[in-house]
């Protein structure tokens, strides 16, 4: 059974999304990852299909929505699966409706938010002012970080469905 993640980082400083990526794959053993802002892959050849991305300003990274809009067709046809590196839990909804197509929202066997991290030193000015804003509004709700159980779920979700399939 073959797994492919594709995720971006885009101006996902933490590199949360990689991290989170990553993280994942350590729990399988025929797992290809790609950073789609960097390479080109074809999911026709994968079993499964996992695709991640961090959300900024409630949108994914660009190389994420062009992966989407360009391999649709494939990815129905393909048990597929998403993550977000989302901060703002309460924004989910709103997120997956404005920014995965409603064919692959309901086709996918699972979506899960990983949590995010925030890492100041390497954002710019701009960012930093909005980044610290969201911490200090967000930061008395949740912890602001990868949430474990969330890695948990989505790795018993994806065996689930390579038993299934």
């Known amino acids: 059974m ?14 949360t ?25 074809n999911p026709s050849e994968f079993d499964i299909v996992v695709v991640g991305s961090p959300v900024y300003d409630h949108r994914f990274e660009k190389p994420v929505k062009a992966f989407l ?13 998403f993550f977000i590196s989302l901060v703002e839990y309460e924004t989910l909804t709103k997120v997956v409706t ?5 064919s692959l929202r309901n086709h996918a066997f699972t979506f899960e938010n990983v949590g995010g991290e925030i890492v100041l ?3 710019g000015w701009y960012d930093k002012i909005l ?4 911490m200090k509004n ?4 949740h912890e602001i970080e990868l949430m474990r159980e969330s ?10 469905e390579m038993e299934r399939i």
């Open 2 to 15: 073959k797994i492919l993640i594709v995720y971006a980082c885009g101006r996902d400083g933490a590199r």
């Open 17 to 41: 999304t990689e991290k989170a990526a990553h993280q994942l794959a350590s729990n399988f053993e025929q797992v290809t990852l790609v950073d789609i802002a960097n390479e080109t892959v």
């Open 69 to 81: 809009a360009k391999y649709e067709a494939d990815l129905l046809t393909k048990s597929f699966a």
């Open 98 to 102: 404005r920014e995965i197509p409603v």
């Open 121 to 123: 030193d390497n954002l």
């Open 131 to 134: 980044a610290r804003s969201m």
């Open 138 to 141: 967000e930061g008395k709700k």
């Open 151 to 160: 890695f948990e779920e989505l790795t018993k979700k994806i065996k689930d």
